[in-house]
């Protein structure tokens, strides 16, 4: 069975930063990518960042040159660097992965969602 578990959410001042972790466990063939993603209160869930194994990597617009997301494929964990924070990043932020998790079988799996909240 595959567990994504997130980490490292919180309150933030505008301007601020925080860095996401997400780490996948279970059983794992392969790892095609994995991601962020945000629903805010009000919106639909929308694609933060995701990155393939390979390292294609695509951003929203809104996240462009303050956001990176990064690997460590070895340990099955993404990270997402959040910068220059804004009151519109505030969200739960959803880790996602794309898995192969046997021959044939291809899945998509999310975490459990951690709240990041920019406020003064």
């Known amino acids: 069975q595959v567990q994504l578990v997130e980490s490292g959410g919180g309150l933030v001042q505008p301007g601020g930063s925080l860095r996401l972790s997400c780490a996948a466990s279970?059983?794992?063939?392969?790892?095609?990518?994995m991601g962020w993603y945000r629903q805010a209160p009000g919106k639909q869930r929308e694609l933060v960042a995701d990155?393939?194994?390979?390292?294609?990597?695509n951003y929203a617009g809104s996240v462009k040159g303050r956001f990176a997301i990064s690997r460590d494929n070895a340990k099955n964990t993404v990270y997402l660097q959040m910068n220059s924070l804004n009151a519109d990043d505030t969200a739960v932020y959803y880790c996602?992965?794309?898995?192969?998790?046997?021959?044939?079988?291809?899945?998509?799996?999310w975490g459990q969602g951690t709240q990041v909240t920019v406020s003064s």
């Open positions: 990155i393939t194994r390979t390292g294609f990597i």
């Open positions: 996602n992965a794309d898995l192969w998790v046997s021959y044939g079988n291809r899945d998509t799996y």
């Open positions: 279970g059983t794992i063939f392969s790892i095609n990518a």
